[in-house]
């Protein structure tokens, strides 16, 4: 069983940190994090208290931030991204400095794609293009475009590439989401490789699990290790459902449990409150 004493953090610009802490000896960081397949943009929403003006002072509009936290037994980066704004203001004794984020969609230079693909190339080509063309690295897995059909006559791709990424999503049955910098693409349908995760009261959920028709909402303590796109395994012998607006409590104990994948993702935390939760909303893998 995990352990969830000690919670650690670290913001820092640039690749250098900036603020961190463990522990009980940790400045007032208050944070939300989140990672949507329905979105192409992740947001990063930060306010740290009673920072010196020269720490404050590396916080500048297009610097590029990140945080990384969780507990000193199991620690990973859970945001990277550009800063959008930065506000400095005073509540009662205390110096708020608010950051605010973005990741992956919108650049102070706008991106322009021009590239021809070959007869037979593949839509991983053009994906692979785009990126480029985004200046962001790329991750997919070959192996879920498989039996997609290559371009016969090829493919070309002028203008804004994130119109063609849409393109493509519609026509391919794929979603995609920036996660710590990366254009992270999963077929829909399918999961990511990797671990999955358990979510049950012995690995940290909190409350319990709402079930719909397709999917699932869970809260557990916050877990920097789960990922977009990835597995969970929803093990809960209590459970709300919710199908089409009508809630029961006596269900079977079956009903909920299984594998969904993650479509969103929402990290929040305070180091002087209780929150330090990862909210994913997932649906129903479709193998079972």
Known sequence: MPKYANRVYEVGVNDSPIVSGSGSRMLKLDFVVTVDFGGFTSYGNFKITNITEKTAANFKRGEQIYIKC????SQDTIFKGSIRNV?????????ITEI??????????????????????KVTDALSAIAAALEIPIIFDDAHFSDSQPFIGGYTMTGDPMTHLKQLAKSYGFSYAVENGRLIINKNGQSRAGTIHEISMFTGMEGIPEITEVGVTVSTRLNPKLK?????????????????????????????KGLYTIYKLVFSGNTHGSAWTSKIIGYRSQSQ
């Open 100 to 121: 605010f984020a973005t990741g992956g969609a919108i650049e102070e230079k706008r991106k322009f794609i021009n590239i021809g693909l070959g007869q037979g190339s």
């Open 87 to 95: 506000f400095r203001r005073r509540e009662g004794t205390e110096t």
């Open 228 to 256: 977009i796109g990835a597995q969970i395994e929803i093990k809960s012998n209590s459970q709300s459902i919710n199908y089409s607006n009508v809630y029961f409590q006596d269900v079977p104990d079956t009903a909920g």
């Open 70 to 73: 969780g507990y000193e037994e």
